[in-house]
């Protein structure tokens, strides 16, 4: 990322044992060419030293509202006149909390009630704590009180307390690549509009039930999150999942079913440059939906099902003149022969392919390994990588073969 070179970036951390990686986060920025000064609260200081952060940040920490020898007197004011934005990391029930209901009792929370400029929050505290209703309400305050107030989802894994849970502070690196792509620079896509469906369809049976699969919609979003990473308009469609962009220039409409999907898409497809189907959307659907929860009355029960409408055929066979359409395929059997089937009769410009068989790839996997095919045949075989990395890979082949087209 070179979105954050020449910034100026405020670190705030507060007391939790998560702190020890934002030692990490600094070096980050200080290696994009940042400037990185430091706000830590009294129980911060409990888990990192005031050395060891002045000596990643390069600059005085400030840990006191009444401390002396800074620049400005008023050094939360200056500070928040000088920066570009506030990254809080790891942020506590108590500091978040306070943040809420605009308490400010120390250099922290003193330099969040002045500053006005976007401000991320990562959140890292015990699963039990993160969940508790207090906690996520002083969260939802703070999301509808702050236009540029960001809340980084928290992780799933083993926690300091030696338990497993949500609460978990996001890994260092992706803070940084979230925090950098705020900082919009333009790029290969500059003013270039980007359709993006992800995740799976749900389709009703009941008011209870569904027909479903096992999509996390996480290589959809990451190829999203790429586009705008890049300078692109991006519009991403997305089938319910709990995952959320990191690039905040993303406009999302979620929807549940295929037929959703499907208005949705066609919608914005009128103005997309490039279209992308990464969704795995369900073929089939309940042809009846029942109003009230079907009963265990028999011991069989038949579902008459009817066919979804294939969206990605509709958007190929409809495809302008200056559209680029991406589709994606999961096979089983004949990968390479049914996966140019599909190119072909849906015309398309190429197909991402995956295999069900390949161990590292699919559903609910933080990795994935493509084949990717045009109509000329194999253009890139994938090595094994995070579902992020894949995202570059395929983003930078769509961006040298639309520029081939059409710039």
Known sequence: MTNCQAKHIVIGISGGIAAYKTLTLIRLFK????EVKVVATRNALEFV??????TLSQNKLCSDLFETGFEHSVQHIAMSEW???????????????????????????????AFKKPIFVAPAMNHDMYRNPGVQE??????RRYKDLHFIETRTGALACGTE?????????????????????????ENVNILVSAGPTYEAIDPVRFIGNHSSGQMGIAIADEMA????????VCGPTHLTCHNSNV?????????????????????ANIIIMAAAVADYRPAVVASQKIKKSDENL?????????ILLELGRNKKENQFVVGFALESENEIENAKVKLHNKNLDFIVLNSVNNPKAGFNKPTNQVTIIDKDGIVLQGKAKSKEDVAKDIVNLIIKRYNNMFK
């Open 302 to 310: 038949n579902i008459e099902l009817t066919k979804n409408p294939d």
């Open 138 to 143: 002083n969260i939802e305050i703070l999301k």
């Open 83 to 113: 920066a570009d934005c506030l990254v809080i990391a790891p942020a506590t029930a108590n500091l978040i909390g306070k943040m809420a209901h605009g308490i400010a009792d120390d250099a922290l929370t003193t330099l969040f009630l």
């Open 229 to 236: 990473d890049n300078g692109a308009n991006v519009c991403l």
């Open 49 to 54: 030293t005031p050395l060891t952060i002045e």
């Open 165 to 189: 849970g949500d609460g978990r502070m996001e890994e260092p690196e992706n803070i940084f690549n979230l925090v950098c792509s705020s900082f919009h620079q333009g790029g290969d896509l």
């Open 251 to 271: 406009s999302r409409i979620n929807v549940s079913s295929a037929i959703e999907m499907r208005k949705h898409c066609v919608e914005n497809a009128q103005n």
């Open 31 to 34: 290696k994009a060419g940042c």
